[in-house]
C-alpha cells in the first residue's frame, strides 16, 4: 500500500462516514472510489446535471451555489469531512445548484454510480453504511435550511406576529 494510501486509510478512520467500518473495509471502499483534485473557483457538479457521482471532501471545501441567470448566491458550504451531491446521486433528479471548489488544492473522495453499483453488489454492509451516512448528512442538511428559514422568517416578520 503506497503512503498515500495509508495516509487516506487514517483519514478516513478518523471519519463519520467511516465509523462502523474495519480498517480492511475501508480499503476495499478506497478500490472503489478516486481521489480528484480542484483549484479554487472550479465547478465539481454543474446545475441541471444528474449526479453521477458523490463526493467525500478530504481537504479543502466547497461552496453550495444557486443560480437564477442573475448571478451566484452562496447558499452552504460543505467542509473537510463532509459528504456531498448525494441529493442528485440518490433521487437521479437534476442537481439544484453548482458545487464549486473553495480553496486551491481542494481534495474529493469520488465514488462513481457504477462503482456505488458494484459495492452494493460485492460489498453490502460497505454500500449500505454509505447510505446511511448520505440519510445523516441530508438530515443535517435540511435541518440547516430550516434554521436558516425559520431565522429568515422572524427577522422578517417578528418573533412570534403573524
Do not use: W
Not at 440519510?135 to 406576529?161: C, E, M, P, Q
Amino acid at each position: 500500500m503506497t503512503s498515500e494510501k495509508l495516509n487516506l486509510v487514517q483519514f478516513l478512520n478518523q471519519q463519520h462516514l467511516c465509523e462502523s467500518l474495519t480498517v480492511k473495509e475501508i480499503q476495499l471502499l478506497l478500490d472503489y472510489t478516486e481521489v480528484v483534485t480542484f483549484n479554487k473557483g472550479d465547478i465539481i457538479a454543474e446545475i441541471g446535471e444528474v449526479g453521477e457521482a458523490l463526493y467525500f471532501v478530504i481537504k479543502g471545501e466547497a461552496g453550495l451555489f444557486y443560480d437564477e441567470g442573475s448571478g451566484e448566491t452562496e447558499v452552504g458550504r460543505i467542509h473537510q469531512g463532509e459528504l456531498m451531491g448525494e441529493m442528485s446521486f440518490f433521487d437521479q433528479e437534476p442537481r439544484s445548484v453548482r458545487m464549486r471548489a473553495m480553496a486551491d488544492d481542494t481534495q474529493l473522495l469520488k465514488l462513481s454510480r457504477t462503482m456505488y453499483n458494484r459495492l452494493r453488489v460485492e460489498h453490502p454492509y460497505i454500500a449500505t453504511n454509505i447510505l446511511e451516512h448520505a440519510i445523516v448528512s441530508l438530515d443535517h442538511l435540511f435541518r440547516r435550511l430550516s434554521s436558516d428559514v425559520a431565522t429568515y422568517s422572524n427577522y422578517l416578520y417578528g418573533k412570534g406576529k403573524r
